[in-house]
């Protein structure tokens, strides 16, 4: 086989007919995760829709910056200002809550038909359409862990575009699933020491923390 290629659509047909070798590790997405996905996009929309109707209620009120506590009265004109902004606001929480949660809510059927497979050669990742990532293919590979969030950098072998990858918690633990993806490349790389490579091997390591790149 090309160590430079994985077939995803037979690893994800071995998959659906139950021939799972014990060199794979097999992981489908969780629906407690979306719905909990769901769940916040329906609080951030419940926020705003409840600090509109306190505004739409009180026309005296508005939520100034540095204001709070003071008994200083405001100008006219900062005060249409800031309920302005307030409106701009809250429209914005009401627009990222309805998104969040009916993107959630429609991926919800689907959610236990996503599936990520961990194999020795590579991963095979299925959201919409089954997608192949070989180590062999892999000049280089780097890790970025944002508030739970995993960012693959992947450098493909020869001139080929850099690759931008995100695993989240739909799976499990995002953090420990990218450490097994790093440490089964570093075996991978050990195996295939005596075959000439790009890069050397590297020390296995977890996702570092830090601002997703």
Do not use: C
């Not at 089964?184 to 050397?200: F, G, I, L, Y």
């Amino acid at each position: 086989m090309n160590p430079q290629s994985l077939n995803a659509d037979a690893v994800m047909q071995a998959v659906r007919q139950g021939y799972v070798p014990d060199s794979w590790r097999v992981y489908h997405g969780r629906v407690g995760w979306q719905v909990r996905q769901m769940l916040g996009g329906l609080l951030i929309l419940l926020l705003g829709f409840s600090a509109a109707v306190y505004l739409l209620l009180n026309p005296d009120v508005a939520f100034v910056p540095g204001a709070a506590g003071d008994n200083i009265p405001i100008d006219a004109g900062p005060f249409t200002v800031a309920r302005t902004v307030d409106f701009a606001v809250l429209a914005l929480f009401l627009l990222v809550g309805f998104v969040i949660s009916v993107a959630s809510a429609s991926r919800l059927p689907t959610i236990r038909g996503q599936t990520l497979v961990l194999m020795p050669a590579g991963f095979v990742l299925n959201l919409k359409k089954p997608t192949a990532y070989a180590y062999g293919a892999m000049q280089a590979l780097n890790a970025r862990n944002h508030r739970g969030t995993i960012s693959f950098n992947i450098t493909p072998v020869g001139n080929a575009r850099r690759q931008l990858l995100r695993l989240d918690g739909r799976f499990g633990n995002a953090k420990q699933i990218a450490t097994q993806i790093l440490m089964a490349r570093n075996e991978w790389q050990r195996a295939h020491a005596a075959v000439p490579s790009p890069q050397s091997p590297q020390s296995p390591q977890s996702p570092t923390t830090g601002s997703a790149r």
